[in-house]
Nanobody, 123 residues
Framework: HVQLVESGGGSVQPGGSLRLSCAASGDTYSRACMAWFRQAPGKEREGVAA????????YYADSVKGRFTISRDNAENTIYLLMNSLKPEDSAMYYC?????????????????WGQGTQVTVS
């Protein structure tokens, strides 16, 4: 079993920055791939960024490339999402997710464990 606890959301003006954190605990194999997803009202949950804990390879949605950076701190069992140059369209509930290797990083079905979410509002 894996537990995920997000923090760091909030309200920011366009062009501002936020850093989200996701503290993970539990089975290491089940969190080999960790990701951030977001969901705005009335829209589907979409993958934002992912990181594989074995080799730190990273993946990003086209809409956030060059603005967002995913990283990890193995000692703290924490992953981060640094969000720069925020836009109103980045407003959403952001979720941390954990899963095993083998699935497409951007697919919801790849991840078995989810955090409660943290709200990001850009206006």
């Amino acid at each position: 079993h894996v537990q995920l606890v997000e923090s760091g959301g909030g309200s920011v003006q366009p062009g501002g920055s936020l850093r989200l954190s996701c503290a993970a605990s539990g089975d290491t194999y089940s969190r080999a791939c960790m990701a951030w997803f977001r969901q705005a009202p009335g829209k589907e949950r979409e993958g934002v960024a992912a990181i594989y804990t074995a080799d730190s390879s990273t993946y990003y949605a086209d809409s956030v490339k060059g603005r967002f950076t995913i990283s990890r701190d193995n000692a703290e069992n924490t992953i981060y999402l640094l969000m720069n140059s925020l836009k109103p369209e980045d407003s959403a509930m952001y979720y941390c997710a954990a899963g095993r290797y083998g699935g497409a990083w951007h697919r919801v079905a790849t991840y078995k464990y989810w955090g409660q979410g943290t709200q990001v509002t850009v206006s």
